[in-house]
């Protein structure tokens, strides 16, 4: 009898170490995979104890795991195991919506509201950036902000400093009389400074604007100067600048500038107050037109 119950405490000992080698070989395949991010296929892993062969199907493991027991010379082994390149970070969109309104009432009657929309996605060698943005005003029943813009460009990184770019722009102002305004562009661009805090870049190349100003419906050969800067003054607060010129080709006075400068301040995670200062400038307006558009715009943001 005490014979028999021995017998039977060395077979419980033995399945509890199988069970232990199974458990800790899926384990140790488990960390191997959050670790390293393999992707793997599904790999056979074989248990020899005393003799005995038990095969079990795991998704996860490394090349080759051993794990003696103490007792004997148990080995858990994986094998057919498909050891994929490893994955890069995920790289989403990062977006943001501001939003401004200004109200008078009493001895003016005014309203002003102002919004833009930016996301853009980096990803090298490839760097897309959209945005567009609008306003409207109205001052004693009078429009004093009639505007509408949007532009996007996809650049492509040939080094870590060097890229060229696609670039497409469209603008409409009815308080300058401009009924359209649309550029495109490609050329190339490059990182004078490319830093986590700070980033400066050039951009040149040829271009192409239609436009209808007044009663002038033209379109023209351009070439595109621009240039960004965008320093974070802390871990909250950050300061950006950017600007364009672009002249027409065959006559030279014939150019417009658009210059931009913003500063940001998180309140949360998700919300920041910006205050940026708009400056569009035209060398031949429409007709009673001003060269000069300035706006100062203050506003909450919402990040995504």
Known sequence: MAASINREMVVLRQRMKKNILLLAALAGGVAVHADNAYVLTTNSVTLVTSGTNAVVRIVQGTNSVLLPTQGDHTVVQVIQVSNAPVLPPAYPWVSSVVAGLTLTRGNSDTTL???????????EPDEWLFEADGSYGVNNSVLSADSLHGSGQ?????DERMYGFANADALHDGIQDLKYRISLSPGAGYYFIKTKPTSLVGEVGPGFVSELRGDTDESYLSVRFAEHFDQKLSGTARLWEKAELIPQVT??????????????SALT?????????DDNYAN????????????????VAFKF
């Open 251 to 264: 006559k030279i006075d014939n150019y417009f500038m658009n210059a931009e400068i913003g500063v940001e």
């Open 284 to 299: 031949e307006p429409a007709a009673g037109r001003k060269n000069n558009d300035v706006k100062l715009i203050s506003g």
């Open 113 to 123: 509201f102002t919004a833009k929309v930016q996301t853009q996605k980096k990803r």
């Open 269 to 277: 995670k998700r919300l920041s107050l910006q205050v940026t200062l």
């Open 154 to 158: 996809y650049n492509h990184l040939f």
